[in-house]
C-alpha cells in the first residue's frame, strides 16, 4: 500500500495494521498420581515408546519422559545412625525398671553407671522414644499385705453404697507437722506406672513434730486439733482422751 495514501486517509491507522495478539497459553497439564507413574514405568519397563504411552495414558510427553528417568518413590536421604544399639535401649530400659534406686537415678548418673561412652543427652533421647519420662514421684504410706487385702474387703463390702450412706460418715486423720526442708523425688517412668511399687515413695510416720488431726462428713468440715506438747506422749488411751470429746460435741452440735 502507497505510504501517502495512508497517511491522508481518513481510516483509523488501527484498522489499516491491525496489532498482533498475544499467543494463547495452553492450560498446565494436572500433575499425575501415584497409579499413573506406576503405569508408566510398567509401559516403558516392556518395551512402549514414549509416544505410544502418551496415547494409552492421556499424559504429556514430558510427563512421561520426566517420570521414566526419575524414581517413582523418592528414598529418603539416610541420617546419622543411633550412639545406642537395639540391645543396649533394651538393657537401659531393663536397669531403669529394675528398682526404685535405678529409677531415681539422674539421666547424667544413668550414663555413668551403664557405660555405654554416651552422654547424658542420648540416655535422654533414648528414654523418651521408649515413652519414659521424668516426673514426681507418688507419696503414701506403706501397707503391709495383711493391711492391703483388708482394704480391698473393705472396699467390696462398700463398694454399692449410696451418696446418702457415704454422707453419714465422719471421717478422720491425723498428719505430722516438722520443720525441716521438704524435698520432692523424681523418677523415670512411662505414662500409667505412677502407682508402681519402683515409682513411689513410702511416707512414714513421723513422731516427731506437731501432730494435727481433723475431721470432715459431707461437703463440711470438721473441727482440728494441735496435740499439745504437754500431753504427753501419743498413745491410744491419750489418743482417744483428746479426741473422742472433740467428736461427741461436734456430733451434737450437728444434731442441733
Same mark, same amino acid.
Given at each position: 500500500m502507497n505510504l501517502s495514501l495512508i497517511l491522508n486517509s481518513t481510516i483509523p491507522l488501527r484498522t489499516l495494521c491491525p496489532t498482533a495478539h498475544p499467543p494463547i497459553r495452553q492450560p498446565k497439564a494436572q500433575d499425575l498420581i501415584r497409579d499413573q507413574r506406576r503405569d508408566i514405568i510398567l509401559l516403558r519397563s516392556i518395551g512402549w515408546q514414549y509416544k505410544n504411552i502418551v496415547t494409552y495414558t492421556k499424559a504429556t510427553y514430558s510427563q512421561v519422559q520426566r517420570t521414566c528417568n526419575t524414581r517413582a518413590t523418592p528414598v529418603k536421604r539416610p541420617g546419622r545412625p543411633p550412639l545406642l544399639t537395639q540391645a543396649q535401649i533394651e538393657e537401659l530400659v531393663d536397669f531403669v525398671c529394675a528398682?526404685?534406686?535405678?529409677?531415681?537415678?539422674?539421666?547424667?548418673?544413668?550414663?555413668?553407671?551403664?557405660?555405654?561412652? %554416651?552422654?547424658?543427652?542420648t540416655i535422654r533421647a533414648a528414654l523418651l522414644r521408649e515413652g519414659f519420662h521424668r516426673r514426681l514421684a507418688m507419696r503414701k504410706p506403706p501397707i503391709s499385705p495383711t493391711n492391703q487385702r483388708l482394704r480391698k474387703a473393705w472396699a467390696e463390702e462398700h463398694v454399692n453404697w449410696t451418696m446418702e450412706q457415704w454422707y453419714s460418715i465422719l471421717w478422720t486423720d491425723e498428719t505430722w507437722i516438722t520443720a525441716r526442708q521438704h524435698t520432692r523425688t523424681w523418677v523415670t517412668r512411662?505414662?500409667?506406672?505412677?502407682?508402681?511399687?519402683?515409682?513411689?515413695?513410702?511416707?512414714?510416720? =513421723?513422731?516427731?513434730?506437731?501432730?494435727?488431726?481433723?475431721?470432715?462428713?459431707?461437703?463440711?468440715?470438721?473441727?482440728?486439733?494441735?496435740?499439745?506438747?504437754?500431753?504427753?506422749?501419743?498413745?491410744?488411751?491419750?489418743?482417744?482422751?483428746?479426741? %473422742?470429746? %472433740?467428736?461427741? =460435741?461436734?456430733?451434737?452440735?450437728?444434731? =442441733?
Open positions: 528398682s526404685q534406686t535405678n529409677r531415681r537415678m539422674s539421666y547424667i548418673q544413668l550414663a555413668n553407671t551403664l557405660e555405654f561412652s %554416651v552422654g547424658r543427652h512411662r505414662p500409667g506406672e505412677e502407682w508402681d511399687p519402683t515409682c513411689i515413695v513410702e511416707k512414714h510416720q =513421723r513422731k516427731k513434730g506437731w501432730m494435727f488431726w481433723g475431721c470432715f462428713h459431707r461437703h463440711t468440715q470438721g473441727p482440728g486439733i494441735f496435740w499439745e506438747k504437754d500431753w504427753g506422749k501419743i498413745s491410744s488411751e491419750t489418743y482417744r482422751q483428746h479426741t %473422742v470429746p %472433740v467428736i461427741h =460435741r461436734y456430733i451434737e452440735l450437728m444434731r =442441733r
